[in-house]
């Protein structure tokens, strides 16, 4: 299997509401997403936190006799945009749109949730079905970029998990 390196695409849309089943159906689902046009450098990680685990000990061993998993670990795909449109801002952060060139942020903060889609460098491909977004102002190398950190989220669908991966074929369209 390839290796899961890298970035290089990244789209977003509504949150999903059926399971991909194969690469090619996540091929065809992002031609209906909001391909993100630029990333800055060094900005892209993926990333999963530790789980939360409830040791059991033997008091009269003090050695642990079982181990419970409170919480798997949040799942979170982070980056930049260094160049975005106003939409993306209302995607991403929440807002509204005022006239033609411009935009004003909410007076209450907003619950942001899409569907989030990368693409490794190495062609395959990762697939968070509900992320929980928070979009803000990111300082990268003087440039305000838009921030996203999305959290992969319970899908809140039966059948449809919060995340999911497909490889890519021995040979990918453009490679």
């Given amino acids: 299997m390839k290796p899961f390196i890298g970035l290089k695409k990244i789209w977003y849309g509504e949150p999903l509401k059926t399971a991909p089943a194969s690469y090619s159906e996540v091929e065809n689902l992002v031609k209906s997403l909001t391909e993100v046009k630029n990333v800055h450098e060094g900005s892209w990680s993926y990333t999963q936190d530790d ?5 059991y000990i033997n008091m009269l061993t003090g050695q642990p006799y079982y181990r419970d998993v409170t919480n798997a670990g949040n799942k979170t795909i982070a980056f930049t945009m260094g160049e975005y449109e106003f ?3 209302v995607a991403m952060q929440g807002g509204t749109i005022v ?9 209450a903060p907003q619950l942001v949730y899409q569907a989030v889609v990368a693409q490794t460098k190495t ?9 929980g977004i928070i979009g803000k102002t990111n300082a990268v190398e003087q ?3 838009l921030g996203v950190t999305a959290v992969a989220m319970d899908s809140g669908v039966e059948g449809v998990a919060s995340e999911y991966r497909f490889k890519a074929p021995a040979v990918v369209a453009g490679e």
């Fill in 123 to 131: 062609g395959n491909f990762i697939v968070f079905t509900n992320a």
């Fill in 143 to 145: 440039n305000l970029g």
């Fill in 99 to 107: 006239g033609t060139d411009g935009w004003a942020a909410s007076s």
């Fill in 51 to 55: 789980p939360a685990i409830t040791d």
């Fill in 87 to 89: 939409t993306d801002l």
